[in-house]
């Protein structure tokens, strides 16, 4: 389950945007994924979705499509139909459970609760909930931090597993050929 930090694209590209960093990752590499058959000229993130392995939330992609850039044609063209609805009862709900705790956390400041509140990352907190998922973001726990609301930190109080992209990448069997080491 991505965040809109990160987004895996065509022939293996992935951007942090400035929502969780504002460092960009750009990897353009051939790819090579253990025991699939997969070619690099492929697209890996519809391949890994179209398994199950991938998806996010509908959330998600209306902050990618703000942007007028590439990102926001890779979440209108390539990866689409990957982003699941945030519309169920029982995902709601977990919304719910999840605003709650943010809000009553006093260690953030009351501008930064809002900000989580207006953003994809409760919603998507909620589907990981529901459905079973793991978080896949590159912000880090910050136990003291008051001027956001970091995404591991409310997984943490949910007991919601979370990773980095590099550990989803590992996870998914992905090996970055080209490098030998001697």
């Not at 987004?7 to 400035?18: L, Y």
């Not at 090579?32 to 939330?57: D, M, R, T, W, Y």
């Not at 605003?99 to 956390?105: A, T």
């Amino acid at each position: 389950l991505i965040s809109a930090g990160i987004v895996t694209c065509p022939f293996f590209e992935i951007f942090t945007t400035d929502m969780d960093l504002t460092l960009i990752f750009y990897f353009r590499l051939i790819v090579k994924l253990l025991s699939s058959g997969v070619k690099p000229e492929q697209k890996l993130s519809p391949i890994f979705a179209s398994n199950g392995l991938l998806c996010s939330v509908d959330w998600v992609k209306r902050e990618l499509e703000r942007g007028n850039d590439y990102l926001a044609q890779w979440a209108k063209k390539v990866f689409a139909r990957w982003f699941d609805s945030t519309a169920d009862k029982d995902i709601v709900e977990c919304y719910g459970e999840v605003m709650n705790w943010v809000n009553r956390q006093r260690q953030f400041y009351d501008w930064a609760k809002r900000d989580f509140a207006s953003g994809a990352d409760g919603w998507l907190l909620a589907y990981a909930m529901v459905r079973n998922k793991v978080v896949v973001t590159q912000e880090q726990f910050k136990a003291n931090l008051k001027n956001k609301v970091p995404l591991p930190n409310v997984c943490r109080a949910f007991e919601v597993d979370h990773i980095d992209s590099f550990t989803m990448l590992r996870e998914l069997g992905v090996r970055l050929v080209g490098f030998e080491t001697p």
